[in-house]
């Protein structure tokens, strides 16, 4: 059987879309390592909002991007599956490159 991912890109994002993740050793290294790019704190963002700070481009597409790569790290240190697709809705685009190798996380963010 084939594997594809989809990233989601841009409107995807909640307050507490994370909630679960929170001592996930690979979320919280792809989390750690978008705080030392940008210098931003998105983790804090993701889990308390407000929404309104969420909802704003410069914040949205960091923290879509961060979200997705994080994800699919979790998923691959759980053992999951390298996928033959990936492809991404919008901003999602991004992650699927750096899933797929082609560009590393710290350019994509």
Do not use: C
């Amino acid at each position: 059987m084939k594997l594809a991912f989809v990233f989601p890109g841009q409107g995807s994002q909640s307050v507490g879309m994370m909630a679960g993740f929170e001592n996930n050793a690979a979320v919280q290294k792809v989390f750690a390592s978008a705080e030392l790019a940008l210098g931003q704190n998105l983790w804090d963002l993701v889990a308390q909002g407000p929404d309104t700070e969420l909802a704003r481009t410069v914040n949205t597409q960091p923290i879509m991007l961060t979200a997705d790569v994080a994800i699919y790290e979790a998923y691959r240190a759980a053992g999951g599956k390298h996928p033959e697709w990936v492809a991404g809705h919008s901003l999602g685009e991004y992650a699927a490159l750096v899933a797929a190798g082609v560009m590393s996380f710290a350019d994509a963010v």
